[in-house]
């Protein structure tokens, strides 16, 4: 069975940083790409990060600036994506979803999600 | 980035209805596009990949269509389960960019 399991959230003041981990079992974790996708308290989903399945090619979405901020990284041998944050704002406040990218011939999804970890930025 | 353009954002309606969602991309973007369902305090799940197809165990009264920048998603017949919020997601080019959703409620 598939698992994604998120950790490291917890509440931190604005300027700081944070450490978010993923562990993954179930599959042969090194053979896909994954994702961060994160989601405000009511809000909607936004795309936040990704890494390929060698950790060779990273991406981040320019929309929320977390570039320059954030760096995703995975270590294959313990099966597990992590996701490094600093300078937090307020505006990072959100749950944040570890993904499976799962890639056909016909299609790229996030078809195996992590159940989020919270992350609250405030003083 | 691409924009993902969903409307409407929120939709009542009744068991047995046949619900529609659309979703409009700033550009062409072939048919690449999915669809999720995300339940109160859950994580999202893909009900449709490719804008037609279903995913494995998701059943047939969910469909999607479309193709370049103008996408559908249906439900055939409204079930109280199906309660939840739906997001379309373009994956031609990254950022993985997401509509902002539809709301779904049962009248």
């Known amino acids: 069975e598939v698992q994604l399991v998120e950790s490291g959230g917890g509440l931190v003041q604005p300027g700081g940083s944070l450490r978010l981990s993923c562990a993954a079992s179930?599959?042969?974790?090194?053979?896909?790409?994954m994702h961060w996708v994160r989601q405000a308290p009511g809000k909607g989903l936004e795309y936040v990060t990704a890494?390929?399945?060698?950790?060779?090619?990273?991406?981040?979405a320019n929309a929320n600036s977390v570039k320059g901020r954030f760096t995703i990284s995975r270590d294959n041998s313990k099966n597990t994506l992590y996701l490094q944050m600093g300078s937090l704002r307020a505006e990072d406040t959100a749950v944040y979803y570890c993904?499976?990218?799962?890639?056909?011939?016909?299609?790229?999804?996030?078809?195996?999600w992590g159940q989020g970890t919270l992350v609250t930025v405030s003083s | 980035d691409v924009q993902m353009t969903q409307s409407p954002s929120s939709l009542s309606a009744s068991v047995g209805d046949r619900v529609t969602i659309t979703c409009q991309a700033s550009?062409?973007?072939?048919?690449?596009v999915n669809w999720y369902q995300q339940k109160p305090g859950k994580a999202p799940k893909v009900l449709i990949y490719?804008?037609?197809n279903l995913e494995t165990g998701v059943p047939s009264r969910f469909s999607g269509s479309g193709s370049g920048t103008d996408f559908t998603f249906t439900i055939s017949s409204l079930q109280p389960e199906d309660i939840a919020t739906y997001y379309c997601?373009?994956?031609?080019?990254?950022?993985?960019?997401f509509g902002q959703g539809t709301k779904l409620e049962i009248k």
């Open positions: 550009q062409d973007i072939n048919n690449y």
């Open positions: 890494i390929s399945s060698n950790g060779g090619s990273t991406y981040y």
């Open positions: 993904a499976r990218g799962y890639c056909s011939s016909i299609s790229c999804r996030q078809d195996y």
């Open positions: 490719g804008a037609s």
């Open positions: 179930g599959f042969t974790f090194s053979a896909y790409a």
């Open positions: 997601q373009q994956y031609d080019n990254l950022p993985y960019t």
